[in-house]
Every structure is written in structure tokens, then in C-alpha cells.
């Protein structure tokens, strides 16, 4: 079975600061690995993905995220965040060859001006 | 183009009661999926179809739970003698075929009163 766990439940940050958002699962197979970010009154859309290849994936409004295989982490980082960032911010897995995805409980990233 | 549409937005209804939520996903895709998520949770996988059959159905919560797609397009969740503890937010996903990138509805918001 899989799990993911996002460590913290909210963060606050600063208009242009930087942020993190961690994330940690656990399988027993090789996973692909997604966040997706909710604004407030929008479904779920897809920020970015790992299937394979390059560790380091990008979103195109500046996001990124970096698989770490040996501490099994998907962490979210950006450098410098804007007030349009504010919503919640959900970590993904599946395992390859399967297709339902195993969401962490979500991480809400408030932006303070 | 049109994404995933779900109707209704919101539903409410009494303990006891039968209850039917609809899908409809984006033209082409062959596999859609059922999520329910609770309040201050991340979404928790239902059902999957490929085509007209279900897949893989193994996050059903019991036999109250019971999901369609007849022709291969629009999907019918039904949930039969409502439980309190049903009360959620249901996602419907698509994608291009199983191993796609899932792209979600706005969801049902089910109250069970």
C-alpha cells in the first residue's frame, strides 16, 4: 500500500518570500509522483509531474519540485511567491502502471502581503 | 475546451435517502474516476473505468456504493440509504487513457442531514 504525508497543514508567507512544501510517501514499487494545487472555489488541477527522466520538474508559473528516491520525498519549492499563490496544495502518487493516485491530506499556503 | 462537468454542484438530502451524481468527462477520454474527499482531507479514491467496466473498484466503502458508465462517457455514482458519514465532496476525473495525466471536475458537495 501507498502513503503520503504533507507535514504541514498550513503556511503562512510573506508577498515574495520564499517557500516549501513538504512532502513524504511511501511505497513498495516505483511511483510517479504530482502536485496539485486547488484555488479557492476551483477544482483540482495538476501543477507538476515525475514520471522519470530529470528529478527536477517545473511548473510554468515557477514551481518546482525535486524527487528525492532515498528520502522518498516530493518536496514543492518556489523562490518567491505571489498573493495569486494562495490556495491548497495537494501531493500525489501512484505506482507506475497503476492509475488511482493517493493524495496527502494537502498543505493550504497563505500569502500575507 | 470543455473540461469535466459535474452535476449537482450541491446536494442535500436526509439520512435513508437514495442519492445520484453525475459525470461528465472530457470528450475522448477513455478512463474517469471517482474521488471522495472530507472535509479538511486530501481526495481518497473510489472507483476507476476503462471504457464501460470498472477496473479496479477496491475503494468503494461498502455495497451503499455503486458506480456506471454504460455507454464508455458519463458516469452515475449512486449511493444507496445515505449515511451521515457520507457527507463529502465527490470528484469525478478523466484522462486520455489509464496512464494519463487525471483532470478533475468541480465536484458534487453531498450533505447528509
Known amino acids: 500500500a501507498q502513503s503520503v504525508t504533507q507535514l504541514d497543514s498550513q503556511v503562512p508567507v510573506f508577498e515574495e518570500a520564499p517557500v516549501e512544501l513538504r512532502c513524504n510517501y511511501s511505497?513498495?514499487?516505483?511511483?510517479?509522483l504530482f502536485w496539485y494545487v486547488q484555488y479557492p472555489n476551483q477544482g483540482l488541477q495538476l501543477l507538476l509531474k515525475?514520471?522519470?527522466?530529470?528529478?527536477l520538474v517545473e511548473s510554468i508559473n515557477g514551481f518546482e519540485a525535486e524527487f528525492n528516491k532515498s528520502q522518498t520525498s516530493f518536496h514543492l519549492r518556489k523562490p518567491s511567491v505571489h498573493i495569486s499563490d494562495t490556495a491548497e496544495y495537494f501531493c500525489a502518487v501512484s505506482s507506475q502502471g497503476a492509475q488511482k493516485l493517493v493524495f496527502g491530506q494537502g498543505t493550504r499556503l497563505t500569502i500575507n502581503p | 475546451g470543455a473540461g469535466v462537468s459535474q452535476t449537482p454542484s450541491n446536494k442535500v438530502t436526509e439520512k435513508g435517502k437514495y442519492v445520484e451524481l453525475r459525470c461528465d468527462p472530457i470528450s475522448g477520454h477513455t478512463a474517469l474516476y471517482w474521488y471522495r474527499q472530507s472535509l479538511g482531507q486530501g481526495p481518497e479514491f473510489l472507483i476507476y473505468f476503462q471504457g464501460t467496466g470498472a477496473a479496479d473498484d477496491s475503494g468503494l466503502p461498502n455495497d451503499r456504493f455503486f458506480a456506471v458508465r454504460p455507454e464508455g462517457s458519463v458516469s452515475t455514482l449512486k449511493i444507496q440509504r445515505t449515511e451521515r458519514g457520507d457527507s463529502a465532496v465527490y470528484l469525478c476525473?478523466?484522462?486520455?487513457?489509464?496512464?494519463?495525466?487525471?483532470?478533475f471536475g468541480p465536484g458534487t458537495r453531498l450533505l447528509v442531514l
Open positions: 476525473a478523466s484522462s486520455l487513457t489509464h496512464q494519463e495525466t487525471q483532470y
Open positions: 515525475y514520471l522519470s527522466g530529470s528529478t
Open positions: 511505497s513498495s514499487v516505483s511511483v510517479y
